[in-house]
Protein backbone atom coordinates (compact mmCIF):
# COMPACT_ATOMS: atom_id res chain seq x y z
CA UNK A 1 0.00 0.00 0.00
CA UNK A 2 3.18 2.51 0.39
CA UNK A 3 4.10 2.24 -2.55
CA UNK A 4 0.74 3.15 -4.22
CA UNK A 5 0.09 5.84 -2.23
CA UNK A 6 3.55 7.13 -2.61
CA UNK A 7 3.52 6.79 -6.61
CA UNK A 8 0.29 8.50 -6.21
CA UNK A 9 1.18 11.34 -4.22
CA UNK A 10 4.65 12.02 -6.20
CA UNK A 11 2.22 12.29 -9.18
CA UNK A 12 -0.16 14.43 -7.68
CA UNK A 13 3.01 16.89 -6.34
CA UNK A 14 4.75 16.45 -10.25
CA UNK A 15 1.22 17.48 -11.74
CA UNK A 16 1.11 20.71 -8.90
CA UNK A 17 4.67 21.25 -9.85
CA UNK A 18 3.68 21.54 -13.67
CA UNK A 19 0.47 23.83 -12.92
CA UNK A 20 2.82 25.99 -11.47
CA UNK A 21 4.78 26.50 -13.98
CA UNK A 22 2.01 26.71 -16.53
CA UNK A 23 0.29 29.10 -13.91
CA UNK A 24 -0.04 32.02 -16.59
CA UNK A 25 -0.38 30.29 -19.64
CA UNK A 26 -3.36 29.09 -21.96
CA UNK A 27 -1.88 25.35 -21.03
CA UNK A 28 -3.26 26.06 -17.63
CA UNK A 29 -6.77 24.54 -18.17
CA UNK A 30 -4.63 21.38 -18.94
CA UNK A 31 -2.29 21.19 -16.40
CA UNK A 32 -5.16 21.49 -14.05
CA UNK A 33 -6.90 18.89 -15.62
CA UNK A 34 -3.44 16.22 -15.05
CA UNK A 35 -3.38 17.46 -11.34
CA UNK A 36 -6.51 16.08 -11.05
CA UNK A 37 -5.49 12.56 -12.40
CA UNK A 38 -3.95 11.05 -9.22
CA UNK A 39 -6.79 12.31 -6.69
CA UNK A 40 -9.11 8.90 -7.77
CA UNK A 41 -6.50 6.76 -7.23
CA UNK A 42 -5.63 8.61 -3.63
CA UNK A 43 -9.36 8.33 -2.28
CA UNK A 44 -9.28 4.79 -3.21
CA UNK A 45 -6.05 4.00 -1.18
CA UNK A 46 -7.84 6.50 1.58
CA UNK A 47 -10.95 3.53 1.35
CA UNK A 48 -8.87 0.12 1.15
CA UNK A 49 -7.22 0.13 5.39
CA UNK A 50 -11.31 0.42 6.12
CA UNK A 51 -11.47 -3.48 4.68
CA UNK A 52 -8.22 -4.31 5.75
CA UNK A 53 -8.33 -2.97 9.48
CA UNK A 54 -11.89 -2.35 10.87
CA UNK A 55 -14.10 -4.60 11.91
CA UNK A 56 -16.90 -5.51 9.08
CA UNK A 57 -19.24 -4.46 11.90
CA UNK A 58 -17.58 -1.07 11.59
CA UNK A 59 -17.21 -0.60 7.78
CA UNK A 60 -20.09 1.82 7.29
CA UNK A 61 -19.15 4.36 10.14
CA UNK A 62 -15.19 4.18 9.22
CA UNK A 63 -16.33 4.98 5.78
CA UNK A 64 -18.72 7.86 6.76
CA UNK A 65 -16.10 9.02 8.47
CA UNK A 66 -13.73 9.17 5.87
CA UNK A 67 -16.60 10.86 3.49
CA UNK A 68 -16.75 13.39 6.22
CA UNK A 69 -13.35 14.50 6.28
CA UNK A 70 -12.70 14.60 2.55
CA UNK A 71 -16.26 17.00 2.70
CA UNK A 72 -14.67 18.65 5.32
CA UNK A 73 -11.45 18.73 3.92
CA UNK A 74 -12.48 19.73 0.55
CA UNK A 75 -14.77 22.86 1.59
CA UNK A 76 -11.63 24.20 3.86
CA UNK A 77 -9.44 23.76 1.22
CA UNK A 78 -12.02 25.62 -1.52
CA UNK A 79 -11.96 28.47 1.04
CA UNK A 80 -8.72 28.39 1.41
CA UNK A 81 -7.13 28.38 -1.57
CA UNK A 82 -9.87 30.72 -3.52
CA UNK A 83 -8.63 33.40 -0.80
CA UNK A 84 -4.68 32.35 -1.24
CA UNK A 85 -5.40 32.79 -4.84
CA UNK A 86 -6.88 36.15 -4.27
CA UNK A 87 -4.33 37.48 -2.18
CA UNK A 88 -1.08 35.75 -4.36
CA UNK A 89 -1.96 34.43 -7.65
CA UNK A 90 -2.16 31.40 -9.45
CA UNK A 91 1.60 30.59 -8.79
CA UNK A 92 2.35 30.71 -5.55
CA UNK A 93 -1.34 28.61 -4.61
CA UNK A 94 0.10 25.93 -7.10
CA UNK A 95 3.04 25.81 -5.09
CA UNK A 96 1.49 25.63 -1.93
CA UNK A 97 -0.31 22.26 -3.56
CA UNK A 98 3.21 21.05 -4.34
CA UNK A 99 4.19 21.32 -0.94
CA UNK A 100 1.24 20.38 0.20
CA UNK A 101 1.42 17.01 -1.96
CA UNK A 102 5.23 16.50 -1.01
CA UNK A 103 4.39 16.36 2.26
CA UNK A 104 1.36 13.82 1.26
CA UNK A 105 4.55 11.80 -0.19
CA UNK A 106 6.48 12.21 2.90
CA UNK A 107 4.01 10.56 5.15
CA UNK A 108 3.13 7.95 3.24
CA UNK A 109 6.45 6.62 4.27
CA UNK A 110 4.69 5.61 7.66
CA UNK A 111 2.20 3.56 6.04
CA UNK A 112 2.48 0.02 6.15
CA UNK A 113 4.38 -1.87 3.40
CA UNK A 114 2.17 -4.94 3.30
CA UNK A 115 -1.37 -6.22 3.45
CA UNK A 116 -2.93 -6.81 7.13
CA UNK A 117 -6.15 -8.16 5.68
CA UNK A 118 -4.81 -11.78 7.42
CA UNK A 119 -4.43 -10.18 10.65
CA UNK A 120 -7.66 -9.52 11.18
CA UNK A 121 -9.11 -11.96 13.56
CA UNK A 122 -12.93 -11.34 13.17
CA UNK A 123 -14.77 -13.75 11.19
CA UNK A 124 -16.94 -11.87 7.75
CA UNK A 125 -20.51 -12.98 8.73
CA UNK A 126 -21.90 -14.73 5.83
CA UNK A 127 -25.04 -13.40 3.83
CA UNK A 128 -27.89 -15.96 3.58
CA UNK A 129 -30.34 -14.80 1.45
CA UNK A 130 -31.46 -11.58 -0.76
CA UNK A 131 -35.03 -12.56 -0.47
CA UNK A 132 -37.07 -10.08 1.48
CA UNK A 133 -37.77 -10.87 4.96
CA UNK A 134 -41.31 -12.13 5.69
CA UNK A 135 -42.48 -10.12 8.16
CA UNK A 136 -41.58 -7.43 6.69
CA UNK A 137 -43.86 -8.75 3.30
CA UNK A 138 -46.88 -8.78 6.37
CA UNK A 139 -46.73 -5.07 7.55
CA UNK A 140 -49.71 -3.09 7.68
CA UNK A 141 -50.14 -0.15 5.46
CA UNK A 142 -49.80 3.43 6.60
CA UNK A 143 -53.44 4.71 7.30
CA UNK A 144 -53.05 7.17 4.10
CA UNK A 145 -52.19 4.10 2.01
CA UNK A 146 -55.52 2.34 3.26
CA UNK A 147 -57.25 5.84 2.29
CA UNK A 148 -56.17 5.84 -0.90
CA UNK A 149 -53.96 8.46 -0.44
CA UNK A 150 -50.97 6.76 -1.92
Not at 46 to 62: C, G, K
Not at 127 to 149: E, I, M
Request: glycine share 6%; proline share 8%; aromatic share 4%.
Amino acid sequence: MRARYTQAAVALATSTLILAALAASPLMILAVFCAGLPLTPLFVLAYLPVDERIAPSRHTEANAWLGSGHNLGSAAGAALGGQLIAATGPRVTAITLTAAAALATALSQRLPTHSTKALRHEPVPRQHSLKPDAAFLTLPLPSRARKGWV
